[in-house]
């Protein structure tokens, strides 16, 4: 395998070997560079207008967004990755944070004291499992915030085409009340970068 990508979504197919891709390539994504960065700014910028003091973010990587939040809000998610390695590199990058390697259904099983649950643009590898994480954010986190930062592609989208392939599609799937949105693009980006807020309401 040639670049991440492959490790990840290849040919229209989930790879899902995070762990192999962290140990090979030191920045996947450029996270460094903070890149996505309408959608990123939107989730803030809701998490400091609903009054959102805690939050679970989940696929947080190498850590450089939870820090970008803790900069702009004073949160300290409790932020959780699949990849041993990549939590490993989080800590050391910024050992003032709260870094956990956790798989989500698992973590969701139990309520955990926080006001929101962030998905930091790991929706396209949660398809399989989306289902399950909806009951389990209704059985265990009914009455908070759930966000979700979110690229779509233009014209080029092979993989989960069968769920959603645009941010309304993705909306409509959703069953909770939806609080905001926003989606953002330049005429020369392949992509479509998104920020979703909604309300975990109870059945």
Same mark, same amino acid.
């Given at each position: 395998?040639?670049?991440?990508?492959?490790?990840?979504?290849?040919? =229209?197919?989930?790879? =899902?070997?995070?762990?192999?891709?962290?140990?090979?390539?030191?920045?996947?994504?450029?996270?460094?560079?903070? %890149?996505?960065? &309408? =959608?990123?700014?939107?989730?803030?910028?809701?998490?400091?207008?609903?009054?959102?003091?805690?939050?679970?973010? $989940?696929?947080?990587?190498?850590?450089?967004?939870?820090?970008?939040?803790?900069?702009? !809000?004073?949160?300290? %998610?409790?932020?959780?990755?699949?990849?041993?390695?990549? @939590? !490993?590199?989080?800590?050391?990058?910024?050992?003032?944070?709260? $870094?956990?390697?956790?798989? @989500?259904?698992?973590?969701?099983?139990?309520?955990? %004291?926080? *006001?929101?649950?962030?998905?930091?643009?790991?929706?396209?590898?949660?398809?399989? *499992?989306?289902?399950? @994480?909806?009951? +389990?954010? &209704?059985?265990?986190?009914? =009455?908070? &915030? +759930?966000?979700?930062?979110?690229? $779509?592609?233009?014209?080029?989208?092979?993989?989960?085409?069968? &769920?959603?392939? !645009? +941010?309304?599609?993705?909306? *409509?799937?959703?069953?909770?009340?939806?609080?905001?949105? !926003?989606?953002? /693009?330049?005429?020369?980006?392949? /992509?479509? *970068?998104?920020?979703?807020? $909604?309300?975990?309401?109870?059945?």
């Amino acid at each position: 395998m040639n670049t991440y990508h492959e490790y990840v979504i290849h040919n =229209g197919e989930f790879i =899902g070997k995070f762990e192999e891709m962290y140990q090979r390539f030191e920045d996947p994504w450029m996270q460094s560079r903070q %890149p996505n960065p &309408y =959608g990123r700014q939107c989730a803030i910028l809701n998490l400091k207008r609903f009054g959102i003091d805690s939050l679970i973010e $989940f696929g947080c990587g190498l850590g450089y967004y939870s820090n970008w939040i803790h900069q702009e !809000t004073g949160i300290i %998610p409790m932020a959780y990755d699949i990849s041993e390695t990549a @939590i !490993t590199k989080a800590r050391q990058q910024f050992p003032q944070l709260d $870094f956990r390697t956790g798989d @989500i259904v698992k973590v969701l099983q139990e309520p955990l %004291p926080v *006001d929101a649950i962030l998905l930091a643009e790991i929706g396209w590898y949660i398809l399989q *499992d989306l289902d399950e @994480i909806i009951e +389990l954010l &209704y059985k265990n986190y009914a =009455g908070k &915030y +759930l966000l979700n930062n979110q690229v $779509f592609y233009k014209g080029t989208q092979r993989f989960g085409r069968e &769920y959603f392939t !645009t +941010l309304q599609e993705y909306i *409509d799937y959703m069953p909770f009340k939806l609080i905001g949105y !926003t989606e953002a /693009t330049t005429v020369e980006d392949s /992509t479509i *970068d998104t920020s979703t807020l $909604f309300k975990i309401e109870p059945k």
